[in-house]
């Protein structure tokens, strides 16, 4: 093989006590799409980090082409040819697409050539296979869009090792192809691409080579014909987690909890009609723009809707606030727990009391921090959020324990319905394994849950029935029997036929 052009010669990071690398090693070679899985905590953005010159190493080398290097920064490894994609990516909404690529040459002024950067900024976009307007302005792009600038941007300068971190977390199935398809073909021109994903069946799809990290430390690394799924996931969690998408039994009561009627928000969606019994798990499948958040922010009063009909419990519900879905046992667990689900700088026991503080304050009128405290080491112990004091701020969890902590703050509220959006988005199989147990155990108690998801296999696995949408239709409710990845794309993508609500 080709000499590596990066690698990692056992390099160790600390940050005071913590040691968040320890003896790393690690080749990454041209022509090679090299994923890395790893639990969250396990080290991978640290990694990261030191490749990108962000970091130091307090221990061990950095090389290139073989020769030891100091990575000063992120313009030093931009020198280098190592460049770095997230699943948010860095674009600038008021510059066009040929601006944001060439986005070191703006403010030029009389030296630019305009329509040479026009000229290349097409070629970058047609070598990565896009059909993009680079006179578009970024405000207007998509998720896989700006995704597909910043990786042209990486090109424009040379980049010889792309790092993508999370790149299809937030992306449609088709847009997710997509970057795995780019990625593929940046291989074949000779880049190493670095690909890290929790999603482990497209590992398969766009590996030649997986290394697995577990707390800090190498595990392993193998030709992806060599491992397979289950031993991955045992090694990145060090214990046998089994198929956590593995579908359960049903806990699907007689008692109609919920019952929507012609649901529709002019402009956004329309005619959306279902059941939810007690026990019952509704999955809402469909690609990016199918608008079933709306449909949850409609019923949690965020965005009314402005006809149809709403029975919850028996009686009609007209659902206006968010105030008035939680006073009625309705709860929304938000797809962005950073922004809109948890206060980051506050503590885990203040972030667990949130949605009920009046049960938390004194008669004086003051919040009662030990009764806070109590609940939150009730939650702390029930839902297994690995800290060792709630006193611990929110944002210094990893993103399953996040997760918990929101889930923790919805179910001190004792709701009888929970309503998850992409429940499992950037968290690891261990905690994926232990959020949908949360659910199953929720239900399996008399609740009732939707779930949203852009991950076909959580949707099969978590749906009881699933309920199909695309561009604001209702396509059709699947009971789980009949539903399959292909028969839910067919009617996401508009391939398959239209079918009566059930």
Not at 46 to 61: A, C, D, L, S, Y
Not at 100 to 119: D, H, M
Not at 223 to 230: A, S, V
Not at 322 to 336: L, N
Request: net charge negative; no cysteine.
């Amino acid at each position: 093989m080709p000499a590596p052009l990066l690698a990692l010669d056992h390099v160790s990071k600390r940050f005071g006590s913590t040691l968040a690398l320890s003896d790393m090693s690690l080749d990454l070679f041209p022509g090679e799409v090299h994923a890395i899985v790893g639990e969250n905590g396990a080290g991978k953005s640290t990694m990261i980090k030191v490749m990108t010159g962000i970091h130091q190493p307090t221990e061990g080398r950095v090389l290139i082409e073989g020769m030891p290097k100091t990575v000063s920064g992120t313009q030093a490894a931009r020198e280098l040819g190592i460049a770095a994609i997230y699943q948010e990516p860095m674009v600038f909404p008021d510059l066009d697409v040929a601006e944001n690529i060439f986005i070191s040459e703006v403010g030029g002024g009389w030296f630019q050539n305009k329509a040479k950067q026009r000229r290349d900024a097409r070629a970058l976009i047609e070598r990565i296979g896009m059909d993009l307007d680079v006179d578009r302005a970024a405000s207007g792009l998509t998720l896989a869009e700006q995704q597909a600038v910043e990786i042209a941007r990486a090109l424009s300068q040379d980049v010889r090792v792309l790092i993508m971190d999370e790149p299809t977390a937030s992306l449609s199935a088709h847009e997710a192809e997509q970057l795995r398809r780019i990625a593929r073909q940046l291989a074949a021109d000779g880049v190493s691409v670095v690909y890290i994903s929790h999603r482990l069946e497209e590992i398969f799809e766009v590996a030649d080579r997986v290394t697995v990290i577990r707390d800090g430390e190498h595990i392993s690394t193998r030709l992806i014909g060599e491992t397979n799924t289950e031993t991955m996931i045992a090694e990145m969690v060090g214990r046998e987690v089994g198929n956590y998408f593995a579908k359960a039994q049903s806990h699907a009561r007689d008692e109609v909890i919920l019952s929507v009627d012609g649901l529709s928000l002019e402009g956004v969606f329309e005619n959306i009609s279902f059941d939810l019994k007690r026990g019952e798990v509704l999955a809402f499948a469909g690609l990016i723009g199918a608008r079933r958040t709306d449909v949850a922010l409609s019923l949690f009063g965020i965005e009314p809707a402005s006809t149809g009909t709403v029975t919850y419990k028996g009686e009609p519900l007209a659902i206006t606030s968010p105030r008035q879905a939680m006073d009625a046992g309705i709860a929304y667990v938000s797809e962005d727990r950073r922004k809109l689900g948890l206060a980051m700088p506050m503590a885990i026991r203040a972030n667990i009391s949130l949605a009920t503080l009046s049960g938390f304050l004194s008669k004086l009128g003051l919040i009662d921090r030990p009764k806070e405290a109590e609940a939150a080491h009730r939650f702390r112990e029930r839902l297994n959020i690995r800290t060792p004091d709630v006193e611990t701020e929110v944002g210094m969890l990893s993103g399953g324990n996040q997760q918990k902590v929101m889930l923790a703050k919805w179910l001190n509220m004792n709701p009888d319905l929970l309503i998850f959006d992409e429940p499992t988005r950037g968290i690891d199989v261990g905690a994926k394994a232990e959020v949908h147990d949360l659910i199953r155990t929720f239900v399996k108690e008399g609740g009732a849950a939707i779930v949203i998801s852009s991950d076909l296999p959580e949707v099969l696995a978590m749906g009881d029935r699933i309920l199909v949408m695309r561009e604001g239709q209702q396509m059709a409710i699947l009971d789980h029997e009949e539903a399959n990845q292909e028969r839910i794309m067919a009617l996401a993508t508009g391939q398959g036929e239209q079918e009566k609500a059930a």
